[in-house]
């Protein structure tokens, strides 16, 4: 049973450029949660896509912004990138996102920006 | 607010020692409260969660009880082992429109022979 894969592993962009992340959920889940963790930080929430559209949405400017395809699958579109957008990104999946269903956690996109 | 405040690290124990790193919560409603693992280079993995008060979580010897009246939600383990070694996150989850989560900074542990 394959878990939560994301693409690429790693990524080298310049400032100015814009990037796309790509995630697959755990089979079987139908949510998907983006998070930006900074190095030495806690992941920080950036949106949650269900059933293709975006249901909830953290303190992240709209140079964020996502897709859900209809097999669950989903992309994280990063315009303009600054300096500060370099993080590890996260992608969880979920099942009917309910608060009692943990979250399972793709090992991550690591966006450096030069 | 959402929020999760966690000691600072990191901590450093010598194996077989107990351990204990706190996380207290603020929320809105009634959360549920979870604790998350991150290896070195690996994403989060869930250790462990409680769904309401008074709820004790418990995976691998690692134990949290879900405290209402002290809004904390620690995470201990009698005895630690190299392997644990890692950074610990606990973090809550909101119940509507969806289970968005709140981490706290996260708590580095060494465990040295």
């Known amino acids: 049973d394959a878990g939560v894969t994301q693409s690429p592993t790693h990524l080298i962009k310049t400032r100015g450029q814009q990037v796309t992340l790509r995630c697959s959920p755990k089979?079987?889940?139908?949510?998907v949660s983006w998070y930006q963790q900074a190095l030495g930080q806690g992941p920080q929430f950036i949106f949650q896509?269900?059933?293709?559209?975006?249901?909830q949405r953290g303190n992240f400017p709209d140079r964020f912004s996502g897709h859900q395809f209809p097999n669950y699958s989903s992309e994280l579109n990063v315009n303009a990138l600054l300096l500060g957008d370099s993080a590890l990104y996260l992608c969880?999946?979920?099942?009917?996102?309910?608060?009692?269903?943990?979250?399972?956690f793709g090992d991550g996109t690591r966006l450096s920006i030069l | 607010g959402n929020s999760v405040t966690q000691m600072e690290g990191p901590v450093t124990l010598s194996e077989e020692a107990f351990l204990t790193i706190n996380c207290t919560y603020t929320?809105?409603?009634?959360?549920?409260l979870f604790w998350y693992v991150q290896y070195p280079g690996e994403g989060l993995q869930l250790l462990l969660k409680?769904?309401?008060?008074?709820d004790k979580g418990s995976n691998k010897g690692f134990e949290a009880t879900y405290r209402k009246e002290t809004t904390s939600f620690h995470l201990e383990k009698g005895s630690v082992q190299v392997s644990d070694s890692a950074v610990y996150f606990c973090?809550?989850?909101?119940?509507?429109?969806?289970?968005?989560?709140?981490f706290g900074t996260g708590t580095s542990l060494t465990v040295i022979p």
């Open positions: 089979s079987g889940h139908d949510t």
């Open positions: 929320a809105t409603g009634y959360p549920s």
């Open positions: 969880a999946s979920s099942l009917t996102g309910w608060a009692d269903q943990p979250q399972h």
């Open positions: 973090a809550l989850s909101d119940r509507w429109p969806g289970n968005q989560f709140y």
């Open positions: 896509y269900y059933e293709e559209e975006e249901r």
């Open positions: 409680a769904t309401k008060a008074d």
